[in-house]
């Protein structure tokens, strides 16, 4: 069975700064990772997408993750925070193969102080 | 491209009633969808899985007589939530894949926002 756990249910960070959500996963198949945004209310937008390719994988609106197979981790970065990327952010994992059913995260809740 | 909607966004109806949730792909041909609920602050629950012309596979855990799904079309899923009764309150979001985009990516609806009173 596959999980992923996300630490930190609330980040908080001041505009301009660095952000830095971490997503780490279990899976007993190389895995598909993803990471998606949710604003209040709708419905998730993929940020970025790992399928084996190269292990530092960019995404939109300036943010990246790293595939690390020995850390079993996929954190999600980006340099400098906008007000704008203040919402919820959900780590998933789905199998190579079979349905693709998604499973996600927690969620993360950031917050960006003026 | 892959733009996947959902009618109706919010929805209220009283206790006992049913209400029917549509999961459309509007520029692409859904072989798959998926069907997920989130309570407030949390995460996504994967509900059940449907391909076009059969019958969805649920979750376990969900009665599948209660949460009714319908993937009659490439274009269209519909879920109706019989009987409805509070705890049922959530929020529903669609995904699909197929014929846009790699077989591995979900593309998701707005949501619909369920209370029943």
């Known amino acids: 069975a596959q999980s992923v756990t996300q630490l930190g249910s609330h980040v908080s960070v001041s505009e301009g700064a660095l952000v830095l959500l971490r997503c780490n996963y279990s899976?007993?198949?190389?895995?598909?990772l993803f990471w998606y945004v949710q604003y209040p209310n709708q419905g998730l937008q993929l940020l970025l997408k790992y399928t084996s390719a190269a292990t530092l994988v960019k995404g939109i609106n300036g943010f990246e993750a790293e595939f690390k197979k020995s850390e079993t981790s996929f954190h999600l970065t980006k340099p400098s925070a906008h007000m704008s990327d203040a919402a919820e952010y959900f780590c998933a994992v789905s199998d190579r193969g079979g349905a693709q059913k998604l499973v996600f995260g927690q969620g993360t809740r950031l917050t960006i102080n003026p | 491209g892959a733009v996947v909607s959902q009618h109706p966004s919010r929805v209220i109806c009283k206790s006992g009633t049913s209400v029917k949730i549509e999961c459309r792909s509007l520029?692409?041909?859904?072989?798959?969808m998926f069907w997920y609920r989130q309570f407030p602050k949390q995460s996504l629950m994967l509900m059940a899985t449907s391909n076009e012309g059969s019958k969805a596979t649920y979750e376990q855990g969900v009665e599948k007589d209660k949460f009714l799904i319908n993937h009659a079309s490439l274009t269209l899923s519909t879920l109706t939530v019989t009987s409805a009764h509070p705890e049922d309150s959530s929020f529903y979001i669609c995904s699909a894949t197929g014929t846009s985009g790699a077989s591995y990516e979900q593309y998701f609806g707005p949501g619909t926002r369920l209370t029943v009173t």
């Open positions: 899976s007993s198949v190389p895995p598909y």
């Open positions: 520029d692409f041909q859904a072989t798959t």
